[in-house]
């Protein structure tokens, strides 16, 4: 008896946190004013400003049991404070500039909470109704956007049940995996006998088309999402082919086409070509227009992988860049780059709207032909209606803003690049196209012992100058007063030789030319401190100078 | 000059936008408040109560170009309450029973704030710190659930990182998929001269192991995603082999074993079987245990698609339902279905924390060996920390309360099913073993012809039936008081005649018994304004009794 007393005491304190909102003085309800208020300060004042270790962090995070007994909201919102919000990373700091992510502007704040309050799953109408066609036009505006087709086109598909312009999805990775599945499904689609690839798989669809084996081509600068399609589409990681770069990180147009002949030589289909719009490294741009005739010339199927660059589309100054993205047959853009919305906002976009019947899905329960679901179209089943999040940012920010702050954060990154190359500690590794650029720290004498070494002496200053970068990345970040992310390159200038370097990317609205100033202050403050790579550069570059 | 200063004023006021936060009193300040205040209210004042066609809401979003100027934060949110909230669909509503989601515990909305404004990016530890050690123990509390290995297992790998036990992805497909991209993967390892299917692709590893073909075993009551996967991993939907069910939707042990024998007799290998837990269309659970000794002794990988019923597992009243889960290799769980957080919280967990190592990813700017970035042992990239929404949602309701969730939906649905036996107008088609069932509407002459009927005269009713369900069921919708959903069945009762039926989950834990009576009311009314089908059936049943 007092146990069923108990259980419906419960039940009813359950009914409550369904119908009974936080009050505005309880703990998160306080939070959620102060986030209101000033994000910026609450991110500030609760983001821990120094690095606690991995190892010390997981301490707070180590039991594999979910509680049996309930905790107030209060009590739980004060440790998610102090451990986890605490320990996060300040993505949206203007000193951050390593990330992809940036700020986001105060009135998705709001928004993103109607979004999660209405709770409606984009697969199919029943769960979504106006949320499809919202997300349909968010579509067409990108797919107009990128191929600029005439109003009756838009007219005529946007809304077609049979048709997608693309597909709104978590990230670019699945926007990447979603292009290549549709570029296999078309290359081996079904023929006579033959069902397809989709119905049949790839082994049946082999031996019907008589291919010695499939591939992707991409330059060496691909994204790592690449090989990871491959693998899933069940082509295979050694069938990604990378082509080799020119000095500026683009793809070799001549080294693409001797790779062509030498597939062909040997029965392998290069089903599809990527280009890169631009590089998640370098921040360049391959010349997409001469491939997009090399492409056509082959029967390829033309993928951009434009997750980050595609943003800058919305600059009428900075679309020269992208010339013959217009051309491809799929394009990724995420949204949750510079288009300034939070994360889990990718999209791809076929210039075809019938391509996406390549791999349409359908269900007696859902997705019923002819309907206008959206998932039948996706890879992904459920989602949720994160295109009303970057719908408003369009019609709120427009074009015109989004054109200002594409424009001055490429203007930050060649000013960057500049008062990088002006430091004599310093060296740029890659110029900005875009607002991405990598460089390093070399200090005065390694860099006039360089003039004078060995290839031998080249190789041992270039392995200490890595360690040495990695050693001031590492303690940046550790140190929490600003972040540099870095990767590795393989620069022309120093003879492919394996190159770790600072990366940059400028996205952020807010950061000023004082941080960038203070930014390199500190790397350099941080090489003095180096008690191994630096000592041992500084002695071999006296030796050879001597 | 005056360009300039137009172009500085606009700078200015985007700067604005990332650092002046709403005001209270604005439309969307106000509009916060009101959700604060109360959700329920904000969303019954704002969803039109009535069904507008969808025709008529795509005029409201037909144009494809990204407007060029700014608009105000104010009109824009007045647009979308009235063009967008106002048409969407009442999910969270306890008289809409027909969808997997349900209402929101309030806590989650400030927390989703949180979660939106830290922005953080799940893919690796540089942009999520403390989100990793999290979404970690997440994965291990869920692993815990459905595994209870002991406190040295999870000691040993929750936080290891060359070891995941799940993923955390955006929704039950891509979960799905994860499960048998790693079962497609370790079937077809590396073996000798052979680099394994993730490397050189599935024709070469056809060729290396000799089959003939591959197969995925599941009921023919699976998820429309598993045919997905088939397809994407390029094994293709014919490869997904559907085994008939019984009486209760259950997978058929004895059909199964003999199609097992058929396929080996081809040297056809079947390298995975799913059981469903329960199934998307009637909630009943396939015989995990007995299917986990077959997947023993035929070697195959056996996936559990707990998508929708894993939740299931909160309760220890429930738990017996699922016996021989812990037996899986993996298990697909929902959160955005009945563990109440928002769309875009799947996961897949796996038994042993190593077989991630099948489909491990690496690069040379994140996900570096060694490193703990989520990233390397998940289908998506960039991912949010929806995570955290889970977390919460642990601590906040505890595993007590969680239970007696579960508990009451099932015995609301068992209730349910009681009310709909007791009319003599309805019919239970399905009988619920958790909370999701379904049945129609029969009129009372209708059931006594049947009983008269030759097999000829069966089949006309049955399809006028259907017509009439289908009737009812639209109506209904459109009506916009109250929502059931609809599949398509073959219930053995009616020698696996195809039948639509009437679907309903009830896992609003705000949905009464007062809400279940109108909503048959409303059906019965609906089923009386029918101008085709019911008359034909009451002329039709009328002749048969005569």
Redesign the interface.
């Known amino acids: 008896m007092v146990k069923i007393k108990q259980?419906e005491a419960?039940?009813e304190s359950?009914?409550r946190?369904?119908?009974?909102?936080?009050a505005?003085n309880s703990t998160?309800?306080e939070?959620?004013h102060a986030?209101?208020?000033?994000?910026?300060r609450?991110?500030q004042d609760h983001i821990a400003a120094t690095d606690c270790s991995?190892t010390e962090?997981?301490k707070?995070?180590?039991?594999?049991?979910?509680?049996?007994?309930?905790?107030?909201?209060s009590d739980?919102?004060a440790?998610?404070l102090e451990?986890?919000?605490?320990?996060?990373?300040h993505?949206?700091s203007p000193r951050f500039i390593?990330?992809m992510?940036s700020?986001?502007?105060?009135?998705?704040?709001?928004?993103?909470?109607?979004m999660?309050?209405?709770?409606?799953?984009t697969v199919k109408?029943?769960?979504?109704?106006?949320?499809?066609?919202?997300e349909?036009?968010v579509l067409?505006?990108l797919?107009?956007?990128i191929y600029q087709r005439n109003?009756d086109f838009?007219?005529s598909w946007?809304?077609s049940a049979a048709h997608s312009l693309g597909a709104f999805c978590?990230?670019?990775?699945?926007a990447n995996?979603t292009a290549l599945?549709v570029a296999?499904?078309s290359a081996l689609k079904a023929e006579g006998d033959f069902?397809g690839?989709?119905?049949?798989?790839?082994?049946?669809a082999?031996r019907h088309y008589g291919y010695e084996?499939?591939v992707i081509l991409v330059s060496e600068r691909g994204h790592?999402?690449l090989?990871?399609s491959?693998?899933?589409?069940?082509?295979?990681?050694?069938?990604l082919v990378a082509i080799p770069t020119d000095e500026n990180n683009r793809i070799c147009l001549e080294k693409l086409s001797e790779k062509i002949v030498e597939l062909k030589a040997k029965n392998i289909k290069p089903f599809a070509l990527v280009g890169l719009a631009g590089t998640?490294?370098t921040g360049n741009i391959d010349p997409l227009d001469h491939m997009a005739d090399i492409a056509e010339r082959e029967g390829m199927h033309f993928h951009v992988d434009a997750a980050w660059g595609g943003a800058s589309l919305?600059s009428n100054n900075q679309r020269p860049k992208l010339k013959g993205i217009e051309r491809a047959d799929s394009v990724t853009i995420?949204a949750?780059k510079q288009l300034y919305v939070?994360?889990?906002a990718?999209m791809v976009l076929f210039k075809d709207p019938a391509l996406v019947s390549a791999?349409e899905?359908?269900?007696?329960?859902?997705?019923r032909k002819g309907s206008?679901d959206l998932g039948s179209h996706t890879?992904?089943?459920?989602?949720?209606?994160m295109a009303?999040l970057l719908f408003?940012s369009?019609?709120?920010?427009?074009?015109?803003?989004y054109e200002?702050?594409i424009d001055?954060s490429i203007e930050k990154a060649a000013y960057f690049a500049d008062l990088v190359e002006a430091q004599n500690d310093f060296e740029l590794v890659s110029a900005p196209e875009l607002c991405l650029m990598t460089y390093r720290y070399v200090p005065p004498t390694v860099k006039a012992a360089l003039n004078v070494a060995s290839p031998e002496h080249v190789d041992a200053i270039h392995t200490l100058l890595n360690d040495l970068t990695i050693f001031i990345q590492k303690r940046q970040?550790e140190a929490g007063h600003s972040?540099v992310?870095?990767?590795?390159l393989t620069p022309s200038q120093w003879d492919r030789r394996t190159t770790n370097v600072f990366?940059v990317v400028l996205a952020n609205?807010?950061t000023t030319r004082e941080i960038l100033q203070a930014v390199l202050d500190e790397q350099r403050e941080i090489a003095s401190t180096s008690s191994i790579a630096l000592p041992k550069l500084l002695s071999l570059a006296d030796t050879l100078l001597r």
């Open positions: 259980a419960t039940l359950l009914h946190i369904f119908t009974v909102p936080e505005p998160l309800g939070i959620e986030i209101s208020q000033n994000l910026n609450f991110l991995l962090i997981e707070d995070f180590n039991n594999p049991t979910i509680p049996d007994a309930p905790t107030f909201v739980h919102t440790f998610l451990k986890l919000v605490a320990q996060s990373v993505t949206s390593g990330h992510t700020a986001l502007p105060y009135f998705l704040m709001p928004l993103s909470k109607i999660i309050a209405l709770n409606q799953n109408i029943e769960t979504s109704k106006a949320f499809t066609p919202l349909r036009q067409g505006m797919h107009n956007l109003e838009y007219q946007m809304h978590s990230g670019g990775t699945i995996i599945w296999r499904n069902n690839v989709a119905e049949e798989g790839l082994f049946r082999m084996d499939l790592y999402s090989k990871k491959a693998d899933v589409l069940g082509i295979g990681r050694e069938s998640t490294e919305m995420d949750h939070p994360m889990g990718g791999i899905h359908h269900a007696d329960y859902i997705l206008k890879l992904e089943g459920s989602r949720s209606g009303m408003a369009f019609n709120i920010i427009g074009r015109q803003g200002l702050l001055q970040r972040f992310s870095r990767t590795c990366r609205p807010l």
